[in-house]
C-alpha cells in the first residue's frame, strides 16, 4: 500500500496528539481560513514580539489555533507550531517557503529535512494534488496572520513616529 | 404579441423541406420514440448478464488506477462515465456535419441544425415535455437555474407587461429546502439581494426528510417561486413533489426543480409532475460536459425576458433597441454547443433503450445492498433515510474518527472513486454539525461487487486508522 508513504507516522502521531492545540492569549492576530471545497477550517493566533536588537524581525513566540479537518491539515498545523515557535519570522517564513514548494510539487522535490524538520513527512502529499491545499491550511492561516501582525505593528510604529500622531 | 407570430427554429425544423430528412441514425424509430414517451421503457429486471454487457459500452470502466487496480466508479453523482454510442454520436456529427446552427442555407448548416433539433425533441420526449420548444440547451444546470433566476430578475426591471407576472421585490418570498445544492440555492439568494425579496426554506428533519409540518406558513400568500430539489444529491432522499406542487398552485407560486439527481436515475415526466421549471445536467446522465437543459412550461417561457443575450436570440434588432424571438431561441444566444446536444440526444436514447424502470430497479437494489452492507459497520453513520423508499443512489456517510477526505484517500488507494466533502450542500452538512461525508453514488453500470470493494476499502481505513 502506497498510504505509508503518505500517511508517515510523524503525521499520525501529530493528527492523534497535536501540539500547541487550542487558543492562547496574548496575541497578535486571530484569523479564520477553510478550505471551501471540503469545508475544513482553523482559527489561528499569532503572536510576534521584537528581539530588542532593532534588527526588525521578530521573534514567534506563540501561535495558537483550533481546527476542523483530516489528519493532514491537522498534522500540518501541528508541525508548523513545533518549527515556528519561539524562531525568528525571517526564518519561518523561508521554512514555510520550503514547505509550500515541496508539497506543491507534484513529487519532484523531496524537501531537505534540515530546512523542514519533521515537515518533511508531508513529502508524499505532493503526489495528491487534492491533498495540497490540506497541507498547507494551516501554514497559510499562519502567513496571513503574521503578515497581518507586521504590518498592524509597523503601522502603529509610523503612526507613533507620525508628528501629527 | 409579435414574439406569437415568430416561427421558431423547431417549427422551421418540423416545417421545412428537411424536416423528413433529419439522419436516420440520429432518430428513434418510432416504437421506441413512442416508449420514450412514457418515459419509462421496459421494466424487466437486468441481470448480471445485461449488466455485463451495458458495462462493455462504458470503455473507461476497463482501466485500471493507482498501480493496477481496476477501476470501481462509484461517483457518477459527480459526473457519470459515458457509453460508445454517446462518444460516436459527437465523433460522427464532428467529422461529417459539423457548421454553425440555426444559420446559413448551406447543406452542413441544414445538418447541423437537424441533428441539433432532433436532439431536442428526444429529450423532450424523454422528460414528457408537451413541446420541444420547453426545451433549452444551457450549459449545465446550474446554468439552467440562473437563467430563470436572472429572466425573473430581468423582469422586476422591465417595462414589458407579459414579464410582470415575474416581478419581485420587497414583501415577496422565494423558498428553498435546507438540502439543495448550492446551484440551487446560491442563484436564489443573489436574487434576494438584487430585488429585496426574502428567502425562506424548509429544514431537514432527524431522518432525512424536508420538514413539511409548516408548509401552509412557509408557502403562502407572499410565496413567489418554490425552488427544490427531486432527489437529495447527498442524502438520497427523493422529495415530494406533488405536494410541493400542490402547495405551490394554491398561491401562485412558481415551482423550479432540480432534477439533476433524478432525470438520469428513475423516469421523470415534467407534466405529470406539474412544475413550472426543471433543470439538469448532460453529464451525470450519460452525455457530455457542457450542455444542460432548462425544461419550462411554454406559456412562462414565452412570458420570461431573456437571460444572455446577443446573436441568434433576436426577432428584429435596430441599432437602439432589439425584439427577442420565440422560445427556446429567446434562452440560446450564441453558437450553441452543437456536438455536446447531440451527445447528450444519443445518452436519452441510450437510457430509453435499457428503460429507465430497469435503470431505477438496478440502482434501488444496488443502493438497497450498499445500505445493508454498510449498516454493518458499527463504526460507520449513513447519513441519509436508512431504506430505499424515497430514496435515490446517492449513500453518504462518516465514519467515527476518520475524516471523510482521509477514509476518501484509503478508497482511492484501492481503486474505490467516491467523492468526500460537503458536495456543495454546506448547509445541509452544517445542519447535521458535519464538515465533510463520503458519498458513494451508482449508476446503470455499477454491480454489488463493486459495493463489495466500497464497503472492504472503508473497513481498511478504519484498520488504518487504528479505529477498527
Known amino acids: 500500500m502506497q ?42 493566533r499569532v503572536r510576534l514580539e521584537p528581539t530588542g536588537t532593532g534588527d526588525n524581525d521578530p521573534i514567534v513566540t506563540d501561535i495558537s489555533y483550533e481546527a476542523m479537518g483530516c489528519s493532514i491539515s491537522q498534522a500540518s498545523t501541528s508541525v508548523l507550531t513545533d518549527l515556528a515557535i519561539g524562531r525568528p519570522l525571517s526564518e519561518v517564513l523561508d521554512t514555510l517557503g520550503a514547505f509550500t514548494t515541496m508539497v506543491t510539487s507534484r513529487g519532484t522535490i523531496e524537501g531537505d529535512e534540515d530546512v523542514l524538520g519533521d515537515g518533511i513527512a508531508f513529502a508524499g502529499v505532493s503526489k495528491y494534488p487534492a491533498r495540497v491545499k490540506c497541507a498547507l491550511l494551516g501554514w497559510m492561516a499562519f502567513k496571513d496572520a503574521a503578515v497581518q501582525s507586521v504590518d498592524s505593528s509597523s503601522a502603529a510604529t509610523s503612526d507613533a513616529q507620525s508628528p501629527s500622531a | ?23 436516420e441514425h440520429s432518430v428513434l424509430p418510432d416504437a421506441e420514440l413512442t416508449a420514450a414517451q412514457d418515459g ?46 454517446v462518444i460516436d454520436a459527437e465523433q460522427e456529427y464532428v467529422t461529417g456535419h459539423n457548421a454553425a446552427v440555426h444559420r446559413g442555407a448551406h447543406q452542413l448548416a441544414e445538418e447541423a ?22 426545451v433549452i440547451f444551457t450549459k449545465n444546470a446550474t446554468e439552467s437555474i440562473n437563467l430563470v433566476a436572472y429572466a425573473f430578475g430581468n423582469a422586476t426591471f422591465s417595462d414589458q407587461s407579459a414579464a410582470q407576472r415575474f416581478k419581485l421585490g420587497p414583501g415577496d418570498e422565494i423558498v428553498v429546502t435546507e438540502m439543495e445544492h448550492h446551484a440551487n440555492l446560491i442563484p436564489w439568494q443573489e436574487l434576494c439581494r438584487r430585488t429585496g425579496a426574502t428567502l425562506r426554506w424548509f429544514k431537514v428533519t432527524d431522518d432525512f426528510r424536508l ?37 405551490a398552485q394554491k398561491v401562485g407560486a412558481l415551482t423550479v426543480l432540480d432534477a439533476c439527481q433524478s432525470v438520469p436515475h428513475m423516469p ?57 424571438a420565440a422560445p427556446p431561441a429567446r434562452f440560446e444566444a450564441g453558437v450553441p454547443m452543437t456536438s455536446q446536444a447531440v451527445g447528450l440526444g444519443a445518452a436519452v436514447d441510450y437510457l430509453t433503450d435499457v428503460g429507465m424502470k430497469a435503470v431505477a430497479a438496478h440502482e434501488a437494489s444496488l443502493t438497497g445492498y450498499a445500505l445493508q452492507q454498510l449498516s454493518a459497520n458499527s ?23 476518520v475524516h471523510a477526505h482521509d477514509v476518501g484517500q484509503i478508497l482511492d488507494d484501492a481503486g474505490v472513486q467516491i467523492r468526500v466533502g460537503h ?25 454489488p461487487a463493486e459495493i463489495d470493494a466500497l464497503v472492504a476499502a472503508v473497513a481498511d481505513s478504519q484498520r488504518f486508522f487504528g479505529v477498527g
Open chain 2, 211 to 247: 420538514d413539511l409540518k409548516d408548509i401552509d406558513q412557509l408557502i403562502n400568500s407572499k410565496t413567489k417561486v418554490v425552488a427544490f430539489t427531486h432527489q437529495s444529491n447527498v442524502l438520497g432522499t427523493i422529495n415530494p413533489v406533488e405536494i410541493l406542487v400542490a402547495a
Open chain 2, 423 to 447: 458536495h456543495c450542500a454546506w448547509p445541509l452538512h452544517r445542519r447535521f454539525g458535519i464538515a465533510a461525508t463520503v458519498r458513494a453514488s451508482f449508476a446503470l453500470y455499477n454491480t
Open chain 2, 1 to 23: 404579441m409579435t414574439d406569437q407570430l415568430t416561427v421558431s427554429a423547431q417549427e422551421a425544423a418540423v416545417l421545412g423541406p428537411t424536416a423528413g430528412d433529419v439522419p
Open chain 2, 40 to 85: 419509462s421503457g421496459s421494466a424487466a429486471p437486468l441481470s448480471p448478464a445485461d449488466i455485463d454487457r451495458i458495462r462493455a459500452d462504458f470503455p473507461i470502466l476497463e482501466r485500471t488506477v493507482r498501480d493496477g487496480k481496476p477501476l470501481v466508479y462509484l461517483d457518477s453523482g459527480a459526473t457519470s462515465q459515458r457509453p460508445v454510442p
Open chain 2, 379 to 401: 463504526g460507520l453513520r449513513i447519513i441519509g433515510p436508512a431504506g430505499t423508499a424515497d430514496r435515490g443512489g446517492a449513500v453518504s456517510f462518516v465514519v467515527d474518527g
Open chain 2, 113 to 134: 441544425t437537424d441533428f441539433y433539433e432532433s436532439a431536442r425533441q428526444r429529450i423532450a420526449a424523454f422528460i414528457g415535455a408537451g413541446n420541444p420548444d420547453e
Open chain 1, 3 to 44: 498510504m505509508e508513504k503518505l500517511y508517515q507516522e510523524i503525521i499520525l502521531d501529530h493528527y492523534r496528539t497535536p501540539h500547541h492545540f487550542g487558543l492562547r492569549d496574548p496575541f497578535d492576530t486571530e484569523v479564520h481560513h477553510v478550505n471551501p471545497t471540503c469545508g475544513d477550517e482553523v482559527t489561528l
Open chain 2, 268 to 324: 421523470v415526466d415534467v407534466s405529470a409532475l406539474g412544475v413550472d421549471f426543471a433543470a439538469f445536467s448532460g453529464h451525470k446522465m450519460f452525455g457530455p460536459s457542457g450542455v444542460g437543459v432548462l425544461y419550462g412550461r411554454y406559456d412562462l417561457l414565452a412570458a420570461m425576458p431573456p437571460f444572455l443575450t446577443g446573436g441568434s436570440m433576436i426577432e428584429q434588432v435596430f441599432i437602439d433597441h432589439a425584439t427577442y
